[in-house]
Protein backbone atom coordinates (compact mmCIF):
# COMPACT_ATOMS: atom_id res chain seq x y z
CA UNK A 1 0.00 0.00 0.00
CA UNK A 2 1.47 3.29 -1.06
CA UNK A 3 0.75 6.57 0.28
CA UNK A 4 -0.46 8.15 -2.88
CA UNK A 5 -3.64 5.51 -2.20
CA UNK A 6 -3.95 7.41 1.29
CA UNK A 7 -6.19 10.23 1.60
CA UNK A 8 -7.59 12.29 4.57
CA UNK A 9 -10.47 11.11 3.20
CA UNK A 10 -9.40 7.18 3.01
CA UNK A 11 -11.51 4.61 5.34
CA UNK A 12 -10.74 4.82 9.18
CA UNK A 13 -10.14 1.07 8.59
CA UNK A 14 -7.99 1.38 5.65
CA UNK A 15 -5.71 4.26 7.51
CA UNK A 16 -5.41 1.95 10.36
CA UNK A 17 -4.44 -1.50 8.04
CA UNK A 18 -1.83 1.22 6.71
CA UNK A 19 -0.43 2.65 10.19
CA UNK A 20 -0.45 -1.15 11.19
CA UNK A 21 1.71 -2.01 8.66
CA UNK A 22 4.30 0.68 9.67
CA UNK A 23 2.85 3.43 7.37
CA UNK A 24 3.54 6.64 9.63
CA UNK A 25 1.94 8.65 7.47
CA UNK A 26 -1.30 6.88 7.83
CA UNK A 27 -1.43 8.16 11.17
CA UNK A 28 -0.57 11.42 10.43
CA UNK A 29 -3.72 11.54 8.10
CA UNK A 30 -5.71 9.89 11.33
CA UNK A 31 -4.56 13.17 13.19
CA UNK A 32 -5.59 15.67 10.45
CA UNK A 33 -8.58 13.92 9.80
CA UNK A 34 -10.18 13.96 13.30
CA UNK A 35 -8.00 16.85 14.96
CA UNK A 36 -10.66 19.45 14.83
CA UNK A 37 -13.41 17.39 15.45
CA UNK A 38 -11.65 15.99 18.74
CA UNK A 39 -10.15 19.45 19.99
CA UNK A 40 -13.92 21.16 19.95
CA UNK A 41 -15.27 17.87 21.88
CA UNK A 42 -12.39 18.56 24.48
CA UNK A 43 -12.99 22.46 24.46
CA UNK A 44 -16.50 21.90 25.13
CA UNK A 45 -15.67 20.00 27.83
CA UNK A 46 -12.63 21.79 29.70
CA UNK A 47 -13.51 25.44 28.18
CA UNK A 48 -10.27 26.18 28.22
CA UNK A 49 -8.02 26.54 24.71
CA UNK A 50 -4.79 25.87 26.05
CA UNK A 51 -6.09 22.73 27.83
CA UNK A 52 -8.21 21.72 25.44
CA UNK A 53 -4.91 21.98 23.10
CA UNK A 54 -2.99 20.04 25.40
CA UNK A 55 -5.34 17.63 26.45
CA UNK A 56 -5.77 16.78 22.37
CA UNK A 57 -2.04 16.05 22.06
CA UNK A 58 -1.94 13.61 24.75
CA UNK A 59 -5.52 12.35 22.85
CA UNK A 60 -3.49 11.50 19.92
CA UNK A 61 -0.15 10.31 21.82
CA UNK A 62 -2.63 7.71 23.33
CA UNK A 63 -3.93 6.80 20.35
CA UNK A 64 -0.43 6.28 18.67
CA UNK A 65 0.66 3.93 21.60
CA UNK A 66 -2.44 1.94 21.65
CA UNK A 67 -3.66 1.72 17.95
CA UNK A 68 -2.09 -1.23 17.14
CA UNK A 69 -4.21 -2.92 20.45
CA UNK A 70 -7.70 -1.37 18.14
CA UNK A 71 -9.74 -4.59 17.13
CA UNK A 72 -12.27 -2.96 16.08
CA UNK A 73 -15.18 -4.05 17.99
CA UNK A 74 -16.35 -0.15 17.78
CA UNK A 75 -16.22 2.13 15.27
CA UNK A 76 -12.92 3.88 15.17
CA UNK A 77 -14.70 7.14 15.90
CA UNK A 78 -16.00 5.96 19.56
CA UNK A 79 -13.06 4.75 20.34
CA UNK A 80 -11.38 7.95 19.92
CA UNK A 81 -14.05 9.96 21.25
CA UNK A 82 -13.74 7.61 24.41
CA UNK A 83 -9.90 8.73 24.93
CA UNK A 84 -10.74 12.47 24.64
CA UNK A 85 -13.60 11.77 27.50
CA UNK A 86 -11.24 10.32 29.18
CA UNK A 87 -8.88 12.40 29.32
CA UNK A 88 -10.89 15.19 29.89
CA UNK A 89 -12.74 13.97 32.85
CA UNK A 90 -9.13 13.39 34.20
CA UNK A 91 -7.98 16.84 33.48
CA UNK A 92 -11.42 17.83 34.95
CA UNK A 93 -10.82 16.03 38.38
CA UNK A 94 -7.63 16.73 38.83
CA UNK A 95 -8.23 20.43 38.39
CA UNK A 96 -11.47 19.85 40.49
CA UNK A 97 -9.30 18.22 43.14
CA UNK A 98 -6.20 21.33 42.61
CA UNK A 99 -9.25 23.75 43.27
CA UNK A 100 -10.41 22.52 46.15
CA UNK A 101 -7.12 22.22 47.97
CA UNK A 102 -6.12 25.47 46.98
CA UNK A 103 -9.57 27.07 48.37
CA UNK A 104 -9.23 25.38 51.40
CA UNK A 105 -6.12 27.15 52.10
CA UNK A 106 -7.69 30.61 50.70
CA UNK A 107 -8.89 32.83 53.75
CA UNK A 108 -10.45 35.34 50.87
CA UNK A 109 -12.57 32.65 49.29
CA UNK A 110 -15.69 33.34 49.61
CA UNK A 111 -19.25 31.59 48.63
CA UNK A 112 -21.02 32.99 45.71
CA UNK A 113 -24.81 31.58 45.92
CA UNK A 114 -27.10 31.34 42.65
CA UNK A 115 -28.77 34.77 42.58
CA UNK A 116 -32.60 33.40 41.60
CA UNK A 117 -33.81 37.16 40.95
CA UNK A 118 -31.37 36.75 37.31
CA UNK A 119 -34.24 34.86 36.33
CA UNK A 120 -34.54 33.32 32.34
CA UNK A 121 -36.90 35.52 30.44
CA UNK A 122 -34.73 38.64 31.75
CA UNK A 123 -31.65 37.14 30.70
CA UNK A 124 -32.50 36.21 26.90
CA UNK A 125 -33.11 40.37 27.01
CA UNK A 126 -29.55 40.21 27.57
CA UNK A 127 -28.03 37.19 26.13
CA UNK A 128 -28.87 35.03 23.49
CA UNK A 129 -30.20 31.37 24.21
CA UNK A 130 -26.82 29.64 22.93
CA UNK A 131 -25.14 31.67 25.75
CA UNK A 132 -27.69 30.93 28.36
CA UNK A 133 -27.12 26.94 27.06
CA UNK A 134 -23.80 27.27 26.91
CA UNK A 135 -23.47 28.41 30.64
CA UNK A 136 -25.66 25.97 31.91
CA UNK A 137 -23.87 23.21 30.22
CA UNK A 138 -20.92 24.17 32.13
CA UNK A 139 -22.51 24.00 36.02
CA UNK A 140 -23.62 19.97 34.80
CA UNK A 141 -21.07 17.70 36.23
CA UNK A 142 -18.36 16.36 34.03
CA UNK A 143 -20.25 13.18 33.46
CA UNK A 144 -23.29 14.27 32.72
CA UNK A 145 -21.53 17.27 30.32
CA UNK A 146 -19.87 14.63 28.33
CA UNK A 147 -23.01 12.60 27.84
CA UNK A 148 -24.83 15.82 27.39
CA UNK A 149 -21.96 17.09 23.87
CA UNK A 150 -22.09 13.31 22.57
CA UNK A 151 -25.80 13.39 22.50
CA UNK A 152 -26.42 16.71 21.38
CA UNK A 153 -23.34 18.40 19.89
CA UNK A 154 -21.92 15.12 18.19
CA UNK A 155 -25.15 13.73 17.30
CA UNK A 156 -24.11 10.41 18.76
CA UNK A 157 -26.62 7.75 19.17
CA UNK A 158 -27.19 6.14 23.06
CA UNK A 159 -25.38 2.96 22.10
CA UNK A 160 -22.17 4.56 21.13
CA UNK A 161 -22.47 7.25 24.04
CA UNK A 162 -23.13 3.50 26.03
CA UNK A 163 -19.42 2.12 24.00
CA UNK A 164 -17.68 6.02 25.24
CA UNK A 165 -18.47 5.87 28.50
CA UNK A 166 -16.47 2.57 28.99
CA UNK A 167 -12.83 2.51 29.70
CA UNK A 168 -10.80 2.40 26.68
Do not use: C, W
Amino acid sequence: MTDIELNINSDDELLIAAFKTGNENAFNLIVRKYQKRIYMLIRKMVLDHDDADDITQEVFIKLYRSLNNFRGESKFFTYLYKIAVNYSLNHLNRKNKLNKRNSEFDETNEFHSYDSSNDFSENTDEKDRSEILKEAIETLPEQQRAVFIMRYYENLSYEEISKSSRNP
